[in-house]
């Protein structure tokens, strides 16, 4: 064999070595994180509490498939809609203990909800890594494929429980919050343009800013955290929820950080 051969032959195995490493590592990656099927009446009753209890009967439920995606479980009719957030596509990462229940009126579900249901698809694919789906979903609202909402609205965060990022990206850190809270929809703002005040609020939260640049995040919001009282109330009423929750699952229990 001449040495131009054997040299084809060697760069040709070391490319075959090559990618089967990346697969292997990828295949590691999500086997590491994979997401598990949550019991569907847990799920769904979870979900709901996002919600409050007025707009319940006529929401639309999604509950997660993690080998496709959302599918809805119960159609609506008041324009509401409720779901697990399971990956929040900011941050570039695979977990497998997220998990926030989140509401959007019509708004919202026509734009933030829509990346939501196209990130647990390309999860659920396989395809992709999770900075490559961070990748993709930045440069489809760089597009405008994806757009922030066009106008004021409300999504409702008032489960008893959420196991969520508190920060802003590259701050990775995930707790078990009970901090029931309403969202208004705030494209492109920072803290500073309200003034406000992270520890009894409002204040904004806009993780896209550490993505686009600072003022430049379409799905901002102006947070309004539940009074004192009224979040007593909703731990009281989603006691046999929470119960329920900790014996799925033992980082649903309260004892990370209360906010």
């Given at each position: 064999?001449?040495s ?7 760069d040709?195995l070391l ?9 292997t590592?990828?295949c590691q990656?999500t ?5 598990e ?7 769904r009753?979870?979900?709901?509490s996002a919600l409050?209890?007025?707009?319940r009967?006529?929401?639309?439920v999604?509950?997660?498939?993690p080998?496709?995606?959302y599918?809805i ?6 324009g ?7 990956t929040a596509?900011?941050w570039?990462e695979f977990?497998?203990d997220?998990?926030?229940p989140?509401s ?5 579900a026509r734009?933030?909800?829509r ?5 647990a698809?390309m ?16 440069n489809r ?5 994806y757009k ?9 965060m008032?489960?008893?429980?959420m196991r ?16 029931s809270?309403y969202?208004?929809?705030a494209?492109?703002l920072?803290?500073s343009?309200?003034g406000?005040d ?5 204040f904004?939260n ?5 993505i ?15 009074g ?13 929820l929470l119960?329920?929750?900790a ?11 209360q906010m």
């Amino acid at each position: 064999m001449k040495s131009s051969q054997i040299q084809l032959v060697r760069d040709l195995l070391l490319s075959v070595v090559m990618l089967l490493s990346s697969f292997t590592a990828f295949c590691q990656e999500t086997a590491a994180t994979r997401l598990e099927k949550m019991p569907p009446d847990l799920e769904r009753d979870f979900a709901l509490s996002a919600l409050p209890p007025h707009l319940r009967a006529g929401a639309t439920v999604y509950l997660l498939d993690p080998a496709k995606g959302y599918y809805i479980t119960k159609k609506g009719t008041n324009g509401f809609v409720c779901y697990i957030e399971r990956t929040a596509w900011e941050w570039g990462e695979f977990r497998n203990d997220v998990a926030a229940p989140i509401s959007y009126d019509a708004e919202g579900a026509r734009t933030v909800f829509r990346v939501a249901l196209d990130v647990a698809a390309m999860r659920a694919s396989g395809k992709y890594t999770a900075k490559q789906i961070r990748d993709i979903v930045k440069n489809r609202i760089n597009k405008g494929i994806y757009k922030a909402p066009a106008r004021s609205g409300i999504s409702y965060m008032l489960a008893p429980v959420m196991r969520v990022y508190p920060h802003v990206p590259p701050d990775n850190l995930v707790v078990t919050a009970q901090m029931s809270h309403y969202m208004f929809y705030a494209p492109y703002l920072n803290n500073s343009d309200i003034g406000g005040d992270t520890v009894k609020g409002p204040f904004v939260n806009n993780p896209d800013n550490a993505i686009f640049g600072d003022r430049k995040g379409p799905y901002g919001f102006i947070i309004m955290p539940a009074g004192k009282a009224e979040q007593a109330q909703i731990v009281k009423d989603g006691a046999a929820l929470l119960k329920r929750l900790a014996a799925y699952k033992s980082y649903f229990k309260v004892k990370q950080m209360q906010m």
